[in-house]
């Protein structure tokens, strides 16, 4: 395989616990402890998981939205932790976000035109006749119309605003895109209209995703590399095909075991798993999955399994040590 084109190695990002009138630090919630991927250019990287595991975090991390703990985010071979906020202005110009909640992501006292204008303005990219013109054109990409520009983000759908954040992502020309659960709050009909569209610009852009998602099923139609997330960490990251055909780690198994098939006749074994998932401020000692896991065994619940590669599949999980 080529270079990557992110690399991200040791990622972590505690919050501190505050208590007390002197706002004592009692403890840390552990968001993302300990992740390691690579995203390759062109490609779709999925992340999925149960939520607060840590995903929307990750995506943050990698966008430098949020400083990290610890670890590192190589893009292009530069590492983006600890840059200067010059150097990470440019950068950013690369790398986008498309944002969960297509209601709350844009301001409703803007008109579509200036929500677009905006990144062109703060990175002084275009102004006057030119800056029409790219909103003209970029609204015209996400399949929405010129005269939609004087219009604001509350007279449209939900599908249509996202439409508008997608166009805003774009205008930039970035080459990469993290697209944070971008059709969750969507109904299911207009779900895969947008996951099209994302499809149509990454080919037409050559555009790199990370996408985010709690629902395997909707990142398996985009991804080439689905990476499952519990607790934190990422438990398992496999090639699409090889993940849904064969998952290694319990808690995959178990998540895709509710993913429901187009075959009503094709016998499937639901795994329900015992409990909840533990607070990410007090995870259990080793495996971090083995209060729930079907399969632990004695050394789970004191040695944490190390996020192994096996021919290009990663997976944390003892059973495979
Ligand atoms: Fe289950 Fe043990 Fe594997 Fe964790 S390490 S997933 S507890 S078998």
Known sequence: MNQPFIEVKNLKKYFPIKKGVFSRTAGHVKAVDGVDFSIYKGETLGLVGESGCGKSTTGRLLLQ????TEGEVR??????????????????????MVFQDPYASLDPRLTVGDII?????????????????????????????SYHAKRYSHEFSGGQRQRIGIARALALNPKLIVADEPVSALD?????????LMQDLQ??????YLFIAHDLSVVK???????????GRIVELADKRELFDSPQHPYTQA???????????????????RGDVPSPANPPAGCTFHPRCPAVMDRCKTVKPVFQNRDGRFVACHLYE
């Open 65 to 68: 939205l949020l400083a990290p």
């Open 75 to 96: 893009y292009e071979g530069k590492n983006l932790v600890g840059m200067n906020t010059s150097e990470l202005r440019k950068m950013r110009r690369d790398m986008q």
């Open 117 to 145: 204008a905006e990144p062109l303005e703060i990175h002084q990219m275009a102004r006057g006749k030119e800056k029409d013109r790219r909103i003209d054109e970029l609204l015209n990409v996400v399949g929405l119309s």
């Open 188 to 196: 299911v009909s207009i779900q895969s209209q947008v996951i099209n």
């Open 203 to 208: 080919e037409q852009f050559d555009l790199t």
């Open 221 to 231: 139609h985009i991804s080439n590399r689905i990476g499952v997330m519990y607790l």
């Open 255 to 273: 998540l895709l075991s509710a993913v429901p098939t187009p075959n009503p006749l094709a016998k499937k074994e639901r795994i329900v798993l």
